[in-house]
């Protein structure tokens, strides 16, 4: 089981709580274009939190097959036998690689970074291939 760090969760919402702060201190003061940034800032990633804590595990593993998020709080169980692919994908832009674990079950492409997992992606690929087979 593969889940959002708990951290990363308190860290958004408490950027969604800056975000509403730093609004309401903007309309106090009249600054009509604070609030329009600060406001749909905080919508945003007060979402984001709140998915994370709502659902957690965002991809586990058992004998049967895979459960991954689907829709913004949906899980959907896929069977080992309709996975027609794991890889993970390595980009490097800037300085920095970053790693996404792609999951194909032929009409879907699942896509996971290691924040989603809380775990390095090309870790959780080679768990999965071993579980899989």
Known sequence: MWRVRRELAVFKILGALACAGL??????????????????AAVLVGAMGLRDLIVPVRLAADESGITV?????GRRHVPWEQIEDVKVDVRRRW?????MLEIDTG???????AHDL?????EVAAALRRRGT
């Open 23 to 40: 609004a309401v201190h903007w309309f106090a003061g009249g600054d009509v274009r604070g609030v329009i940034l600060a406001v749909p």
């Open 69 to 73: 998020v689907h829709g913004y709080a």
């Open 95 to 99: 300085g920095l690689r970053s790693e």
């Open 107 to 113: 009409d879907n492409l699942h896509v996971f970074s």
């Open 118 to 122: 809380g775990a390095s992606p090309t």
